[in-house]
């Protein structure tokens, strides 16, 4: 039963419902305890439309018709835990339990109980957001974080000097503390100064964003905000602002005092809050505890409200109060298990059914201190304050430690530059006298609500030696549940300090880090969900690959036909490996990379980039060859094609292309003179289609390309062009299978006309598709690599037998100095070899060591790196890398893998046709 | 998400820029370069703490610039284009 505006905390307390909780450790009782993000006790998972989100705070979620709410960490309900028991085992628990006990025989034995009996909501696998949140970059001159007092007074005087302002606050309308307690501003009412001030900043251009959380600032000022959004789907802003103003206001601590933690027990001003903007009372027979001015407000209300109150101030002195007021004492203890009965106090027992605790007030620095602001402890404030000093960041109001209104708008107003007087409101007082947990202070008391932490806990880490706040931090998980210990840090430093006697400033606090509260990840992945996370290149033939009945696999960031047809994939694989030897068969190359070097000094860059020669390549020639890195480790292989004098094509691997280009632009710039070299890539550009087998010829021919096909005109290892449907055709005769092979580029959006001439005439000539699987097969039946797979992070250029540039060149090119130092000539490196197995037995698995001796004497020395049942030959293949295995062919070798032993033979890395023969067949 | 300057472009996010490197001049010919030299040109970075001067590339552009950065408080000095190799 709720109204519209309720929220699930507010509706509970209005239906009497006492315990919302149970807490992580000890399952004790809980109620609620605050009113909005700092809440540690009343977490819940809600259900809305059969979904069910988790770990909510009760406080912050709205009331809404038709939803579930379930306590986390208790069952059957929140008020009769099963689990409650574990509270009388408490001192057998205290903090680190889990690093001293339940470790024999082994800790996993224990810890699934363990962890079903912590922990807090539970996971809806049906609750899959939608990837609809978008995320909005914005600027501004001036960004206020808190719609509050001070943060409106900064926004307006701002705008009011012409400034473009974002104002955003995390409630749903803006004012802050003064929704609750109200206040006279410029001799009226805060909500026609607030209004004012509004209308102020929209109208110099600026946005108010409500329902919006500031939850982190990062490097350049960036600020993050997650904007909850009614009728749409949230968003997230990323604000660049010139300035910054942290209007945040300041939480509510609690008094540390026995058993502080049972339902009924709340903070003071979150009473107030229920009772002026909720209408609810969370008691009719209240005792006030506080050691400051601010909870004397609180008792006011709440008795003209008609509840039954009393005050009981630490102080001996304070404000004059009408009604009862206990000085100079505290609670000494909380009677009620299932909900405050009676406190103790002064050596009197008053019955009761709530305890409000002000303990004092912390400011909300943490968005100023993940800017890498300072803290300094002020004793007058009983608080931790920001030293300022920070570029472009001013802290103003409660956050500030300006706890009065008339401080509060004076700093917003100079903040934002306002001229003249600041906004006026009568002059008000706050004292406070510092109430800090100490060493003998004796019962239960809760720091941490939600991590169930205690003053004993602190004491614990304290005589462990954990003093440091960090360490104190994880050893008791202090600070480290959702709510951060926005309740709980403050008063844990002090307890610290006073058990090691230090300072508060001495021990500091622990890093702050974003976000400031809880946040979706759906808001931080906004659309990039699914494809979108990391989308791969897509070939411009897609479409056709798929129609023809394609499985498409990613490789190296493409998306690219693995195989064809339904068929089993090993069967189909096969079939078309033996199809391409057999006759002729079509594989789309088009993400190979294509990179263009253009320009009078093309050459040089080209003979300095690579590790073979390109100056001496002729046009219309093509040469294979490496690109190292400057360890001398090959990078990349490919061919190379002279277009003309001044004119390089670089092909490099699918994967290599990014990292191909960057290079060769770094040494454009910084060897050679630029302006006589540029660099083009052209990957996208251009579709290139192979024909190869014994029949490739003939299928070409069959197409009618107007191209001189014979083997004068068109050698291996040269490219001709020709035109094809009105645009450039350009024909390269490069293999990659060891068979008679063409390459056929044209620009990308002719591709589907030439595919379809080409496809239509395979099946005529004993054709068909072959996917990168069977062409995978194909080139190791000939001993050529794939570079990442068949070469590692150490494979120079003469481990794969090619040591002529290395031995021949005498001018400079990347890597060259590395090939002479002494690893490169170390006699034990892995070579290139094949490996074979005897007939019958099943192809060796990659990654398998080739080993020498045995048991704990087994050394490996190289490993698999291809294996596969080759159609065309009837057994297995393999390559892989063997200590100076080009000196140990016809060896016997002991191959090891997953514990299972073999025997393979050294063997040519070339299985299949040697000689070479069938590249002109 | 920091901000770094390419002196073509402006100011622009941080993930539009590639780390080249510490200003180094490549030792050559391989012939005259110790292993020493050598391994110390691939390896080793003087790796200051504090003001230094560092190679980078602005990957919108392609162009590679100097930029003066200090490596202790993240702060950005400013950046320069590069002249081009010695001649």
Known sequence: MGFAGDSIASALLANGVRIVGRSFKYHRPRGVWGAWTEEPNAIVDVTRNGRTTPNLRATTEPLENDIAVRSVNAAPTAASDRAAFIDRLAPLLPAGFYYKTFLWPRWERFEGSIRAMAGLGRVDPNNRPPADNPQINARCDLLVIGGGAAGLAAAGAAARAGRIVFLIDDRAEIGGQLIHRGGAIQGGDWRDWAQSAASALEAAGGRIMTRTTAYGVYDGDLVCAWERRMAEPDALWRIRPQKIVIAAGAIERPLIVPDNDRPGVMSADAALVYLKRFGVLVGKRVVVATNNDSAYSVVEALAEAGAEVEMVDTRVSGPSCQLKVTRGAAIEGVVGAKGVEAVRFGGQTRECDALLLSGGWSPTVHLYAQARGRLRYDETLAALVPKGGVANLTVVGAANGAFTLAEALREGHEAGGGEGAAPNAPVGQYRVEGRWPKADDEGRRWIDFQNDVTLKDVALAAREGYVSVEHLKRYTTLGMATDQGKTANVNAIAAMAALTGRTIDETGTTTYRPPFVPVPMSIIGGRGRGALVNPLRRLPLEAEHRADGAAMREYGGWLRPAWYGPDDPARAIQREAAQARDAVALFDGSSLGKIEIIGPDAAKLADFHSYNRLSTLKVGRIRYGFVLQESGVVLDDGVTLRLAQDRFLVSCSSGHTDAVRTRLELWRQDRFDASRIAIHDTTAHWATLMVTGPRSRDLIEACGLDVALDDQSLPHMAFATAMFDGGPLRIARVSFTGDRSYELSVPARQAGALRSRLAEKLSALGGGLLGLEALMILRAEKGFIVVGKDTDGTTMPHDLGIAGPRDSRTDEYIGKRSLFMPVAADPRRKQLVGLSVAAGEAPLPTGAHVTSGAGRARQSQGYVTSSYFSPSLGRPIALGWVEAGLSRMGETVSIYHLGAERRATIVNPVALDPEGKRLHA | ?87
């Open chain 2, 1 to 87: 998400m920091q901000i770094f300057p390419c002196p073509f472009c402006g100011p622009r996010d941080e993930t539009e820029f590639h780390y080249v490197g510490e200003p180094k001049a490549r030792p050559e010919p391989a012939g005259a370069v110790s292993d020493a030299e050598w391994a110390s040109y691939l390896w080793f970075n003087a790796n200051e703490k504090g003001l230094g001067r560092e190679i980078w590339l602005h990957l919108t552009c392609m162009e590679m610039f100097a930029m003066t950065r200090d490596t202790a408080t993240n702060a950005v000095i400013g950046s320069e284009a590069l002249a081009g190799p010695a001649p």
